[in-house]
């Protein structure tokens, strides 16, 4: 009897011991996740589900000898952002300059890379309107439909700017409706099919859009454009607690921008490489921001 109990006890004693080894090997084997955030309204050409699903399965296969590694996920809005970084929940963010220049003290970072557009980190927006409307200048569109992507918000701060500076009032009171579109194609359609007047767009995102139709550029004209901006980037928090270094996040930013499933998705956003930049490449930007912001309150 006496043997059966401590045949039994052995028994309990190194399931035990193996559960103990097992949980251990799995705890320093656990992943850490250095999750970036995007928000819906900055995925504009390919689905969510290919933004997700495509570069998370090239980093997978970049990091398969690792215990931790970059993920892409996909959020509805920005608002939880701040509250996710002070939690670590989240390490980086792609989408509008806009954001990271306000939230600079919680990113803590000089971390920052830039998709290239048609071979250069910067872009111009232009004002596009059909060459047959008669309208020949900003003031012009008083009262029409404008169209815009949701992705572009440095063109609508310079948009804004244009309008504040030539005292036209502000985009909501401007035009009769401001359309949001997601896909660029769809955006300058928007003017070349008469549903809008005028459309907001990056112009390689017209030049690639002409591409696709010539007849679009006989039949619309820019009646302004932009100077340069940095329109889209990527920031990483230089806070990366754990086991990542800062050498080895540049290594897998590259490695994540040169497989080609995501030359794939980057070519469907007529994005080339991705390539660091400083935070003095957004001063234009940034100089967007404050004039306008010191325009509010004011009296008329």
């Known amino acids: 009897m006496r043997k059966k109990m401590n045949q039994r006890l052995l028994s309990f004693c190194t399931f035990i011991l193996f559960a103990v080894l097992n949980f251990t090997s799995l705890t320093l084997h656990a ?10 309204q900055s995925v504009r050409v390919a689905s969510i589900e290919e933004i997700e699903l495509g570069f998370n399965a090239q980093l997978a296969s970049i990091e398969k000898n690792k215990n931790y ?30 954001f990271i220049l306000e939230h600079k003290s919680e990113f803590n970072t000089d971390l920052l890379f830039t998709p290239v557009l048609g071979g250069t980190v910067m872009g111009r927006y232009v004002l596009l309107v ?5 309208i020949d200048n900003l003031a012009k569109l008083k009262n029409t439909n404008i169209s815009y992507c ?11 700017m244009l309008l504040k500076d030539r005292k036209l009032g502000k985009t909501d009171t401007f035009f009769k409706k ?4 997601k896909n660029p194609n769809l955006n300058v359609s928007s003017v070349f099919f008469k549903e809008a007047q005028a459309a907001l767009v990056l112009a390689s995102d017209y ?25 889209n980037l990527m920031a990483i928090s230089s806070r990366l607690d754990g086991p990542m270094t800062g ?11 040169n ?34 912001n010191e325009s509010k309150g004011k009296p008329k």
């Open 207 to 231: 030049a690639v859009a002409a591409e696709l139709n010539p007849q679009i550029k006989q039949q619309l004209v820019a009646i302004e454009t932009s100077p340069e901006y940095v329109t």
């Open 247 to 257: 050498d080895e996040l540049l290594g897998y930013i590259t490695n994540m921008t």
């Open 259 to 292: 497989t080609m499933q995501s030359k794939k998705i980057l070519r469907s956003y007529n994005f080339g490489e991705m390539r660091q930049i400083k935070f003095e490449d957004l001063n234009s930007v940034g100089d967007l921001i404050n004039s306008l």
């Open 69 to 98: 590694g970059l993920k892409i996920k996909v959020f509805p809005s920005e608002v939880l952002f701040p509250n996710l970084l002070a939690e670590k929940k989240i390490y980086g963010y792609f989408g509008s300059p806009k």
């Open 130 to 134: 059909r060459k047959d409307s008669g």
């Open 31 to 40: 992943r850490t996740e250095y999750v970036i955030a995007l928000t819906e």
């Open 178 to 181: 401001v359309g949001i579109k």
């Open 150 to 160: 949701a992705v572009d918000e440095v063109g609508m701060l310079f948009l804004e």
